[in-house]
C-alpha cells in the first residue's frame, strides 16, 4: 500500500468552530494527561506505558466527576490521540524526534479522526456532531482516505491533513545509480557531493527577508502590555508572518529534495544529534530553524517511494577533519575554518565540499558493507566507489522507514518551530 497525504484548507462555520474547540480541548487534555501519567509511571518503575495500558484509563476518568466531560468528547479522537502518543515516545526512543511535548492552548491545536470521515467536492464530512465542513480540495484524493487531521493554526486557520491509501508498493530498494554525499550546515543549508563535483545550496533570500520581518514583529509583540488589544493584534500578525516563514522554508525544503531525489539513487547524510548541538546556544535557534530533520525526513520518504536508498551515518564520523584525497585526520578544525590545505598530500579543500565527499564515500562503504554481509544478494553497488575506506567499525544505519505519516508530507506545516 501507498499512502499519501493532501491538506486542506476548511472553512468551518461559527457554530462548526466552537464544535471544534471543544474537540481539540479534549485531546490536548487527553495527550497532557496520559503524557504526564507516561512520565510518572516512567519514574516509579522504569517502565513505560503502551497504548492499551493507557486507553484502559479513559472509562474511569470518564465515569469520574470532574472529568466527566471527557464523555462528550468523539471518542476516537482521544484514542487516536493516544496512539500518536505512543508514535512519538517510539520516535524519541528510536532517536528520530524530540521527547514528547506538553500541548498548550496558544499553540497550533490538532487532531486526528482515525475513521469514518467522507471527502466530498468541495466538503468534508466529519464524524460525530461537527458534520459536513466547507473545504476547498485542490486536487483530487486518491485511493481509500484512511485518517484525516484536523487543525488550528495561531493565525485561525483551519486545515484538514487527508491521509488516503492507494494500491500498489513502493520498488525494490536499490543502489544501483548515481550516489551523492549531503554535508548540512549554518554557512550553506546543504552542500553535495556526487564523487566528481560539488554543488551548494543556499536557504532562498526571500525566507530570510520574511525571517527578518518576524524578528521585528516580535520585538514589537514583546513591548506591548498584557492583556491589552493592541497586544492580541501583533500577536495575530507575529503568527501569519511566522505561518509565511515555515511555508516557504517547507517549500524550499520539497523542492530540493525533489530535485535531488529525482536525479540520485542513493542519498548520504551525517545522523544529526540535534540535541547536543542546542547545547551551544549560538547555534541553537540557526539549527532548529534550519529544518534540518525535516529535510532528511522528505529525502527519506522520497526515496522509499522511488526505491532509493537512505543512508545515514553516525554522527561521530569525522567528516569535515578528513582529508577526502589520502584520508589524512586533522585533530583540529574550528568552525570558521572555511578552508585548508593537507598536510600529507597537499590538496586544498573547500571544507564542506570535503566533508560532503566524505560522506559520500562514508556511505559507499556501509553500503557496501551491508550488501557483503547479507546472504544471497543485498544491494547491487556498482557507483564508482574506488574511494571506499577501509572498515573502522562505526556505527551506521541504513533507514528506509519513514517515521509518522503526518510529520512527513504535509506541505504548509509550521515544522522544526515550536
Ligand atoms: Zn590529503
Known amino acids: 500500500m501507498l499512502r499519501k497525504v493532501v491538506k486542506v484548507r476548511i472553512y468551518p462555520t461559527v457554530e462548526q468552530q466552537v464544535n471544534l474547540a471543544q474537540s481539540f480541548g479534549c485531546s490536548?487534555?487527553?495527550w497532557n494527561y496520559a503524557l504526564n501519567h507516561s512520565i510518572e509511571t516512567?519514574?516509579?518503575?522504569?517502565?513505560?506505558?503502551?497504548?492499551?495500558?493507557?486507553?484502559?484509563?479513559?472509562?474511569?476518568?470518564?465515569?469520574?466527576e470532574e472529568t466527566k466531560w471527557l464523555g462528550d468528547c468523539y471518542s476516537q479522537i482521544l484514542q487516536a490521540t493516544t496512539l500518536n502518543l505512543t508514535t512519538a515516545y517510539k520516535n524519541f526512543f528510536e532517536g528520530r524526534a524530540r521527547f514528547p511535548r506538553f500541548?498548550?492552548?496558544?499553540?497550533?491545536?490538532?487532531?486526528?479522526?482515525?475513521?469514518?470521515?467522507?471527502?466530498?467536492?468541495?466538503i468534508i464530512k466529519l464524524p460525530g456532531s461537527v458534520g459536513e465542513v466547507k473545504a476547498s480540495i485542490h486536487r483530487p484524493i486518491q485511493g481509500k482516505v484512511k485518517t484525516v487531521t484536523v487543525s488550528k493554526y495561531p493565525s485561525g486557520k483551519y486545515?484538514?491533513?487527508?491521509?488516503?491509501?492507494?494500491?500498489?508498493?513502493?520498488?525494490?530498494?536499490?543502489?544501483?545509480?548515481?550516489?551523492?554525499?549531503?554535508?548540512?550546515?549554518?554557512?550553506?543549508?546543504?552542500?553535495?557531493?556526487?564523487?566528481?563535483?560539488?554543488?551548494?545550496?543556499?536557504?532562498?533570500?526571500?525566507?530570510?527577508?520574511?525571517?527578518?520581518?518576524?524578528?521585528?514583529?516580535?520585538?514589537?509583540l514583546a513591548r506591548k502590555k498584557n492583556g491589552s488589544k493592541s497586544r492580541l493584534k501583533n500577536k495575530r500578525l507575529v503568527a501569519k508572518v511566522h505561518e509565511r516563514v515555515s511555508n516557504s522554508r517547507q517549500d524550499f525544503l520539497h523542492k530540493l529534495s525533489t530535485k535531488l531525489v529525482n536525479d540520485n539513487q542513493v542519498v548520504v547524510v551525517e545522523n544529526l544529534n540535534t540535541k547536543g548541538m542546542v547545547l551551544n546556544h549560538n547555534l541553537a535557534k540557526s539549527i532548529s530553524d534550519a529544518g534540518w530533520g525535516m529535510f532528511t525526513n522528505f529525502l527519506a520518504y522520497k526515496l522509499e517511494r522511488k526505491g532509493g536508498m537512505f543512508v545515514e551515518i553516525d554522527r561521530w564520523f569525522p567528516s569535515s577533519k578528513l582529508c577526502s584525497n589520502c584520508f589524512y585526520q586533522m585533530g583540529e578544525m574550528p568552525l570558521d575554518v572555511r578552508e585548508w590545505t593537507c598536510p600529507?598530500?597537499?590538496?586544498?579543500?573547500d571544507r564542506d565540499g570535503n566533508a560532503a565527499m566524505n560522506i559520500r564515500a562514508e556511505g559507499i562503504r556501509i553500503i557496501k558493507l551491508a550488501a557483503s554481509q547479507s546472504v544471497g544478494g543485498g544491494f547491487p553497488v556498482t557507483a564508482g566507489g574506488g574511494e571506499v575506506r577501509p572498515k573502522k567499525g562505526r556505527k551506521s544505519n541504513l533507514r528506509r522507514s519513514p517515521t509518522i505519516p503526518e510529520a512527513l508530507t504535509v506541505p504548509g506545516t509550521p515544522g522544526q518551530c515550536g
Open 28 to 30: 490536548r487534555w487527553w
Open 42 to 64: 516512567y519514574k516509579e518503575t522504569g517502565k513505560g506505558l503502551g497504548q492499551s495500558a493507557l486507553n484502559a484509563l479513559l472509562p474511569a476518568l470518564k465515569k469520574a
Open 103 to 122: 500541548k498548550s492552548k496558544n499553540d497550533k491545536q490538532s487532531m486526528q479522526y482515525p475513521q469514518n470521515v467522507k471527502v466530498l467536492v468541495d
Open 159 to 220: 486545515f484538514a491533513s487527508i491521509l488516503s491509501e492507494v494500491e500498489g508498493d513502493n520498488p525494490e530498494s536499490s543502489a544501483e545509480g548515481n550516489i551523492i554525499g549531503i554535508d548540512l550546515g549554518l554557512k550553506h543549508f546543504a552542500v553535495v557531493s556526487d564523487g566528481s563535483k560539488v554543488s551548494k545550496f543556499d536557504n532562498p533570500r526571500h525566507i530570510r527577508k520574511h525571517e527578518r520581518n518576524l524578528k521585528r514583529k516580535q520585538q514589537k
Open 344 to 349: 600529507h598530500c597537499g590538496t586544498h579543500h
